[in-house]
């Protein structure tokens, strides 16, 4: 069974390959290995620190909820960048593209961190010991 | 406390990647499929919001997979500072297979994020790029997963490690994931269209080309509609017999919005023309550029509810939704839904 669903692989990747070939310049391959060069140097050491600031100064039992926060937030900013980063945007057309992103990017971010304090409160009454 | 990797988590979130991923593919192949049909190839005509689902399904599951992707490194970080970096041949092997499908992944998901956005801060064109890249990322999946087959029946670590416990980091996983997809999903969802702060569509029927984004001006009366051998005026094809019908325009950027089109179906349009109905070329007033023209596939010709659209909800077409005439069919791409039509051909 591996071994099938090995060859499998090898053979969609090598045909892949193929059609990828004649398109392949330096822009291409650029973009190709920044993704996980731009993880392992910038996203995961960022996190990983900011993870670490939160052991330092947040209290134990509101640690999780803070990392969750966090991470939630992170993943609205990924989600945001091609909207509000727009140098190569194409002619703007009437109905697409055409929001205030930066402001419901704050509104989005605001309700996760209303939502994570809830979830906290409530697991906090829950346990009232927690984190002693 | 030193962070080791989880194989069981990392299996969890692997599995939901392995599925949006999975999701993505088939959908974006049916829709590469659709734009360039190869023989074998047929689209059905019914339902008509068919290409609105899986076009919306494929934006939609590589939303989902950006948190998940990110998730699944965070399992498996620890990995990536393994000493010594090559133990043997088959070892390198593997972390080159990583490196491939990490490579692939990133790529597929940032550029059609950004595609989406429509913004494209790179030089080569995205439709072939992301169609090739994505058969790579796919066979670098499978052959991860069959690597690592093994290791997916480690059992749930025992011990509760780090700020989150096992099962409170699933779930964070899982609402990033619902996060990301609530935050843009109200492109294709009408209920969500609010909501989704991050959606790209504003209104409720979007202009993705505009008329003079496109070079086509103010249309006059010597506009005359090409089918076959015969010519008709706008006046005259308001004169036909009309159809109306709720279609939607999908977009491979995955936006999508239905309306009340109201036309002459291209069938009607072909039989007064005494024309065999066939595969049907659709030609633009515009002068240039990439989809200025579409071919529609005979079984959408012949459908009754294929139309060159005159109004929308009730009024005439504006100029920058196609006017004079546009075409709209039901389950296309909305590249291939062409405007300020000028000839109809049976090419085939």
């Given amino acids: 069974m591996r071994w099938v669903i090995g060859a499998l692989g090898a053979a969609m990747g090598a045909w892949g390959a193929l059609l990828l070939v004649p398109l392949v310049d ?13 993880h392992d140097l910038v996203l995961a050491p960022l996190f990983g620190g900011v993870g670490l600031l939160i052991a330092r100064w947040v209290p134990k039992p509101w ?70 | 406390m030193k962070r080791t990797s989880s194989p069981h988590t990392a299996t969890r979130v692997g599995r939901w990647l392995g599925i949006a991923f999975g999701l993505c593919f088939v959908t974006g192949l049916l829709s590469h499929y659709i734009q360039h049909p190869p023989g074998w190839f047929a689209w059905p005509t019914r339902p008509v919001g068919l290409y609105r689902v899986t076009q919306g399904v494929h934006v939609t599951s ?85 690597v690592k087959l093994p290791l997916m029946r480690t059992p749930a670590e025992e011990v509760r490690r780090g ?14 994931a619902a996060v990301a997809v609530l935050a843009t999903a109200g492109g294709t969802v009408p209920w969500l269209r609010t909501a989704s702060v991050l959606g790209t569509r504003s209104v409720r029927l979007p202009v993705n080309r505009t008329a003079s984004a496109a070079g086509v001006s103010a249309v006059d009366g010597d506009w005359r509609l090409t089918v076959g051998s015969r010519r008709f005026s ?13 279609l939607p325009i999908a977009c491979v950027e995955g936006w999508s919005a239905s309306a009340r089109w109201t036309g ?26 990439l989809y200025r023209a579409s071919t529609l596939p005979a079984a959408h010709a012949r459908d009754p509810l294929t139309l060159l659209a005159l109004a929308v909800d009730g009024e005439t077409l504006s100029l920058d939704h196609g006017y004079p005439c546009r075409l709209i069919a039901p389950s296309r791409p909305g590249v291939t839904q062409t405007k300020w039509v000028a000839r109809l051909e049976v090419v085939r």
């Fill in chain 2, 264 to 289: 002459v179906p291209v069938r009607d349009l072909l039989a007064l023309a005494g024309v065999e109905p066939g595969d049907v070329r659709v030609e633009s007033l515009e002068r240039d550029g």
């Fill in chain 1, 63 to 132: 640690r999780a909820a803070v990392r969750v926060g966090g991470a939630l937030t992170g993943v609205l900013v990924l989600l945001a960048v091609p909207l509000l980063w727009r140098p190569f945007a194409g002619p703007p057309n009437p109905g697409l593209d055409d929001r205030d992103y930066l402001v419901g990017l704050l509104v989005a971010t605001g309700a996760v961190w209303l939502g994570v304090a809830a979830v906290a409160l409530v697991a906090h009454r829950k346990r009232p010991h927690a984190g002693r």
């Fill in chain 1, 26 to 38: 330096v822009d291409l391959a650029l973009w190709f290995v920044g993704g996980p060069v731009v």
């Fill in chain 2, 234 to 246: 706008r006046a005259e094809l308001e004169a036909l017999p009309q159809t109306t019908a709720e």
């Fill in chain 2, 62 to 146: 590589g939303v989902a997979a950006i948190p998940l992707l990110l998730a699944k490194l965070w399992t498996v970080h620890p990995k990536l500072f393994e000493r010594p970096v090559v133990r043997s041949l088959p070892h390198a092997l593997e972390r080159a297979s990583i490196f491939v499908l990490l490579g692939a992944s990133f790529f597929e998901l940032v550029t059609g994020l950004f595609n989406a956005t429509q913004n494209y801060p790179w030089r080569f064109f995205f439709p072939p790029a992301h169609h090739a890249v994505a058969w790579i990322a796919v066979g670098a999946l499978l052959v991860h997963v069959a």
């Fill in chain 2, 163 to 176: 700020t989150l416990s096992r099962r409170g980091f699933l779930l964070a996983t899982g609402v990033a």
